[in-house]
Protein backbone atom coordinates (compact mmCIF):
# COMPACT_ATOMS: atom_id res chain seq x y z
CA UNK A 1 0.00 0.00 0.00
CA UNK A 2 1.41 3.48 -0.67
CA UNK A 3 -0.10 7.00 -1.48
CA UNK A 4 -1.17 8.09 -5.06
CA UNK A 5 1.57 9.90 -6.90
CA UNK A 6 -0.99 12.53 -8.00
CA UNK A 7 -2.33 13.67 -4.77
CA UNK A 8 -6.70 13.64 -3.90
CA UNK A 9 -6.14 17.43 -2.50
CA UNK A 10 -3.55 19.44 -3.20
CA UNK A 11 -1.49 22.04 -0.60
CA UNK A 12 -2.95 24.73 -2.24
CA UNK A 13 -5.97 22.95 -2.21
CA UNK A 14 -6.18 22.75 1.01
CA UNK A 15 -4.94 25.86 2.06
CA UNK A 16 -7.76 27.64 0.47
CA UNK A 17 -10.06 25.76 2.25
CA UNK A 18 -8.73 26.31 5.74
CA UNK A 19 -8.64 29.64 5.77
CA UNK A 20 -12.18 29.70 4.13
CA UNK A 21 -13.29 27.29 7.64
CA UNK A 22 -10.93 29.87 9.62
CA UNK A 23 -13.06 33.02 8.39
CA UNK A 24 -16.14 31.19 9.21
CA UNK A 25 -15.44 30.32 12.75
CA UNK A 26 -13.78 33.44 13.33
CA UNK A 27 -17.22 34.90 12.56
CA UNK A 28 -19.50 32.80 14.58
CA UNK A 29 -16.95 33.05 17.66
CA UNK A 30 -16.43 36.78 16.97
CA UNK A 31 -17.29 37.80 20.92
CA UNK A 32 -15.79 34.90 22.44
CA UNK A 33 -12.58 32.50 23.97
CA UNK A 34 -12.35 29.95 21.62
CA UNK A 35 -10.48 26.39 23.14
CA UNK A 36 -9.74 24.33 20.21
CA UNK A 37 -9.01 20.88 21.28
CA UNK A 38 -7.22 18.72 18.87
CA UNK A 39 -7.95 15.35 18.40
CA UNK A 40 -4.59 13.39 18.38
CA UNK A 41 -2.95 12.93 16.58
CA UNK A 42 -4.27 13.39 13.31
CA UNK A 43 -5.86 16.87 13.98
CA UNK A 44 -2.18 18.12 14.53
CA UNK A 45 -1.15 19.64 11.24
CA UNK A 46 -5.12 20.80 10.14
CA UNK A 47 -5.08 22.08 13.95
CA UNK A 48 -1.86 23.93 13.84
CA UNK A 49 -3.00 25.85 10.17
CA UNK A 50 -6.41 26.52 11.36
CA UNK A 51 -5.15 28.21 14.78
CA UNK A 52 -3.02 30.40 13.00
CA UNK A 53 -5.75 31.55 10.95
CA UNK A 54 -8.15 32.69 13.65
CA UNK A 55 -7.85 35.91 14.90
CA UNK A 56 -7.77 36.92 18.77
CA UNK A 57 -7.47 34.33 21.95
CA UNK A 58 -7.14 30.86 20.95
CA UNK A 59 -6.65 28.24 23.52
CA UNK A 60 -5.10 25.02 22.80
CA UNK A 61 -5.65 21.58 24.34
CA UNK A 62 -5.60 18.12 23.29
CA UNK A 63 -7.05 14.77 23.30
CA UNK A 64 -6.48 11.41 22.62
CA UNK A 65 -8.61 8.62 21.60
CA UNK A 66 -7.90 5.65 19.40
CA UNK A 67 -10.20 3.37 17.74
CA UNK A 68 -8.74 2.69 14.48
CA UNK A 69 -6.21 -0.19 13.72
CA UNK A 70 -5.65 -0.08 10.12
CA UNK A 71 -8.11 0.30 7.33
CA UNK A 72 -10.64 -0.81 9.00
CA UNK A 73 -12.16 0.36 12.53
CA UNK A 74 -12.55 -2.26 15.17
CA UNK A 75 -15.49 -0.31 16.62
CA UNK A 76 -14.15 0.22 20.26
CA UNK A 77 -13.07 3.52 21.55
CA UNK A 78 -10.56 4.51 24.36
CA UNK A 79 -9.38 7.41 25.50
CA UNK A 80 -5.61 7.86 26.02
CA UNK A 81 -5.41 11.66 27.06
CA UNK A 82 -7.66 14.09 28.55
CA UNK A 83 -6.89 17.39 28.54
CA UNK A 84 -5.57 19.43 31.47
CA UNK A 85 -6.95 22.79 30.44
CA UNK A 86 -9.60 23.63 32.91
CA UNK A 87 -13.00 23.11 30.22
CA UNK A 88 -15.74 24.32 32.57
CA UNK A 89 -17.86 27.96 31.01
CA UNK A 90 -15.40 27.41 27.95
CA UNK A 91 -15.82 27.58 24.11
CA UNK A 92 -14.68 24.04 23.03
CA UNK A 93 -14.30 23.51 18.95
CA UNK A 94 -13.00 19.85 18.96
CA UNK A 95 -10.92 19.66 15.89
CA UNK A 96 -10.77 16.28 13.99
CA UNK A 97 -8.99 15.09 10.89
CA UNK A 98 -11.92 12.97 9.60
CA UNK A 99 -14.90 11.48 10.62
CA UNK A 100 -15.21 8.04 9.61
CA UNK A 101 -17.61 5.93 11.78
CA UNK A 102 -18.11 8.82 13.58
CA UNK A 103 -17.66 6.58 17.07
CA UNK A 104 -14.52 8.41 18.22
CA UNK A 105 -16.19 12.09 17.80
CA UNK A 106 -19.17 10.80 19.34
CA UNK A 107 -17.49 9.36 22.03
CA UNK A 108 -15.68 12.58 22.47
CA UNK A 109 -18.35 14.61 22.67
CA UNK A 110 -20.33 12.41 24.96
CA UNK A 111 -16.95 12.54 27.66
CA UNK A 112 -16.99 16.78 27.46
CA UNK A 113 -20.67 16.66 28.09
CA UNK A 114 -19.95 16.32 31.76
CA UNK A 115 -17.80 19.30 32.03
CA UNK A 116 -20.10 22.17 32.00
CA UNK A 117 -18.88 23.49 28.94
CA UNK A 118 -20.95 26.92 28.13
CA UNK A 119 -20.57 25.01 24.14
CA UNK A 120 -19.29 22.43 22.24
CA UNK A 121 -18.56 22.21 18.28
CA UNK A 122 -17.17 20.15 16.06
CA UNK A 123 -14.51 20.68 12.90
CA UNK A 124 -13.78 18.10 11.09
CA UNK A 125 -11.18 18.74 7.71
CA UNK A 126 -12.73 15.53 6.03
CA UNK A 127 -16.09 13.77 6.03
CA UNK A 128 -16.69 10.37 4.75
CA UNK A 129 -20.43 9.96 5.44
CA UNK A 130 -20.96 6.73 3.72
CA UNK A 131 -19.13 4.95 5.94
CA UNK A 132 -21.35 6.28 9.37
CA UNK A 133 -22.27 3.99 12.23
CA UNK A 134 -23.23 6.43 14.49
CA UNK A 135 -25.93 9.46 13.81
CA UNK A 136 -23.10 12.30 14.11
CA UNK A 137 -22.88 15.93 11.72
CA UNK A 138 -19.74 17.92 11.95
CA UNK A 139 -20.41 21.90 12.17
CA UNK A 140 -17.61 22.57 10.17
CA UNK A 141 -16.94 20.23 7.19
CA UNK A 142 -13.31 20.81 5.34
CA UNK A 143 -14.43 18.30 2.34
CA UNK A 144 -16.57 15.27 1.64
CA UNK A 145 -14.62 12.48 0.36
CA UNK A 146 -16.23 9.19 -1.26
CA UNK A 147 -15.02 6.22 0.98
CA UNK A 148 -11.32 5.76 0.12
CA UNK A 149 -8.41 5.14 2.70
CA UNK A 150 -6.56 8.44 2.85
CA UNK A 151 -3.13 9.56 4.14
CA UNK A 152 -0.95 12.84 4.41
CA UNK A 153 -1.62 15.99 5.99
CA UNK A 154 -1.41 14.68 9.71
CA UNK A 155 -3.91 11.64 8.37
CA UNK A 156 -1.63 8.18 9.01
CA UNK A 157 -1.66 4.44 7.58
CA UNK A 158 0.03 2.33 10.57
CA UNK A 159 1.66 5.99 11.62
CA UNK A 160 3.47 6.25 7.90
CA UNK A 161 2.75 9.27 5.98
CA UNK A 162 1.41 11.79 8.18
CA UNK A 163 4.22 14.11 7.13
CA UNK A 164 2.83 14.34 3.42
CA UNK A 165 2.08 18.02 2.46
CA UNK A 166 -0.98 16.93 0.73
CA UNK A 167 -3.66 14.34 1.09
CA UNK A 168 -3.48 10.97 -1.13
CA UNK A 169 -5.16 7.97 -1.59
CA UNK A 170 -4.18 4.72 -0.11
CA UNK A 171 -3.88 2.42 -2.87
CA UNK A 172 -2.04 -0.44 -3.77
CA UNK A 173 1.31 -0.66 -5.20
CA UNK A 174 1.45 -3.44 -7.34
CA UNK A 175 -1.84 -1.99 -9.36
CA UNK A 176 0.05 0.98 -9.70
P1 LIG B 1 -14.02 7.00 13.37
O1 LIG B 1 -14.11 6.85 14.85
O2 LIG B 1 -14.35 5.73 12.63
O3 LIG B 1 -14.82 8.18 12.83
O4 LIG B 1 -12.52 7.20 13.01
C1 LIG B 1 -11.87 8.36 13.17
C2 LIG B 1 -10.38 8.12 13.12
O5 LIG B 1 -10.01 7.02 12.26
C3 LIG B 1 -9.73 9.33 12.52
O6 LIG B 1 -9.46 10.31 13.50
C4 LIG B 1 -8.50 8.73 11.89
O7 LIG B 1 -7.45 8.64 12.82
C5 LIG B 1 -8.90 7.35 11.47
N1 LIG B 1 -9.28 7.29 10.04
C6 LIG B 1 -10.50 7.08 9.51
N2 LIG B 1 -10.47 7.10 8.16
C7 LIG B 1 -9.19 7.35 7.83
C8 LIG B 1 -8.51 7.51 6.57
O8 LIG B 1 -9.08 7.46 5.47
N3 LIG B 1 -7.18 7.75 6.65
C9 LIG B 1 -6.50 7.84 7.83
N4 LIG B 1 -7.09 7.70 9.02
C10 LIG B 1 -8.43 7.45 9.02
MG1 LIG C 1 -5.03 7.34 12.66
Do not use: C, W
Not at 10 to 18: F, G, K, L, N, Y
Not at 71 to 91: E, F, M
Amino acid sequence: MQPSKTPMLTRETIAQRVGELAETIARDYADKDLLLLFVLKGAMVFGSDLMRLLPGRVAVDFVRARSYTGPNSSGRVRLLYTPTAPLADRHVLLVEDILDTGRTARFLEEHLRGYQLASLRLVTLLDKPARREVELTADYVGFTIDNQFVVGYGLDYDEAYRELPAIHVLENGKTG
